[in-house]
């Protein structure tokens, strides 16, 4: 896998993220994820919940580093992120049981004791859906910064994982949160292949599938 690839906008680059930046990048994805309806529905009260989310995917880096992928920016050469995605290679998209324990504590205080169940149940219905095929790239989360959205910088960062998936011959998978961002990734080549109710009612997610491509995505 290539580690810097040039994006349409002059200045950008796409690389793996530096352990140095997992406070940004935590920062980053919770600005892009402030509106999400599972991130609200998971954390209800709007007083801190950016920080609360922030602290969520500073967790969910953890987790993710030490997989193939990891977690990927579009960055400028002056280390301003831009967008971030995080990325499970074939077969590491689940968290080891040890892991998830160890985890928990710091979840709680994420999502309080009484929100613990619920996004208890939330996981296990989303793990519930996950595709079996060991062969496929997981994309569990992906933001731009929310004064970048529209410009294609999020959409050059994921072309570029998804290119090495074409390469691969592999697939890719994931769910989206909103239905207006189903376009967005038709137009990456997924395909909505179910709808997702959370428990407790929960808001919708749809799971989205990529076979991969022969020809190069435009």
């Known amino acids: 896998m290539s580690t810097r690839t040039t994006l349409p906008i002059a200045g950008y ?68 992120l831009l967008a971030a995605a995080l990325w499970s290679g074939p077969g590491r998209w689940q968290v080891s049981a040890v892991r998830e324990l160890a985890a928990l504590p710091h979840y709680t205080r994420v999502f309080g004791l009484r929100g613990m169940s619920r996004a208890g149940e939330v996981q296990n219905a989303i793990d519930g859906s996950h595709p079996q095929t060991p062969t496929h790239w997981y994309l569990p989360a992906v933001g ?47 395909r909505v292949t179910a709808e997702l109710r959370l428990p407790q009612g929960g808001p919708t997610l749809w799971p989205m599938w990529r076979e991969p491509s022969s020809s190069p995505a435009r």
């Open 13 to 80: 680059g796409i690389r793996g993220a530096r352990p140095s930046e997992s406070g940004a990048v935590a920062a980053l994805l919770a600005r892009a994820f402030s509106d999400d309806p599972v991130m609200a529905w998971l954390v209800p009260s709007s007083a801190g919940r950016e920080r609360r989310i922030a602290r969520y995917f500073e967790l969910a880096q953890r987790q993710q580093r030490p997989r193939a992928g990891g977690v990927r920016v579009a960055a400028t050469e002056d280390g301003r």
């Open 144 to 190: 731009t910064d929310p004064g970048l959205q529209g410009t294609g910088v999020g959409s050059a960062l994921l072309r570029q994982q998804l290119a090495e998936c074409d390469r691969l011959g592999q697939p890719a998978y994931l769910e989206s949160s909103k239905a207006a961002n189903v376009p967005f990734y038709e137009r990456l080549g997924f």
